[in-house]
């Protein structure tokens, strides 16, 4: 059998690093809910269980615009946390609209996630204070790169010089 004559392109990575250390932060924030019998909590969930607190029960619609989602991830992490005892679909303000509520489990614990929401957010200010470039100033460094030229329209320059993409 002849050898592909194509590297592996996937070898490389310049953001594969930060997405693994954003696994293994968010590993540690499971690893202490945990260590403090709140289980089947996910750190991805937080936010969206935290904003519902504060503000009430919302629709899919209206949870996934107050947190900067879209529609269809919400959807599929509404379903998440459903399955995992957070959240249940209580009918709305009419018969046909559906309200995202928490659990009397969620409620339980909200304050505990608020506490650690904050604990983490002073954990990242002294990691940042550690290191000579801040990845809050790299994300708006980048935020404001991109608003002189899209992702998509780098991405689109160096597709039409790769003679394998056209």
């Known amino acids: 059998m002849a050898e592909d004559p194509t590297p ?6 310049l953001w594969r690093p930060l997405r693994l250390l954003q696994e293994s932060m968010d590993a540690d924030i499971a690893r202490l809910y945990t260590e403090n019998q709140i ?3 996910k750190p991805s969930f937080v936010m969206e269980l935290l904003r519902l607190h504060a503000r009430g029960p919302m629709t899919i619609t209206e949870l996934a615009e107050s947190v900067g989602r879209t529609h269809s991830a919400l959807s599929q992490k509404v379903a998440a946390m459903r399955t995992a005892g957070w959240v249940e679909t209580v009918t709305g303000d009419d018969a046909r ?3 995202v509520t928490l ?10 996630l608020a506490a650690e929401w904050r604990a983490t957010e002073a954990a990242l200010a002294d990691l940042e204070a550690e290191i000579p470039y801040p990845l809050s100033r790299v994300v708006t460094d980048i935020e404001r790169a991109l608003e002189r030229k899209s ?13 394998a993409w056209g």
């Open 8 to 13: 592996d392109p996937t070898g490389q990575s």
């Open 39 to 41: 289980d089947g909590l």
């Open 97 to 99: 609209s559906k309200k």
């Open 103 to 112: 659990t009397d489990d969620a409620r339980a614990v909200v304050g505990r």
């Open 151 to 163: 992702f998509h329209d780098r991405i689109a320059e160096k597709l039409a010089q790769d003679p």
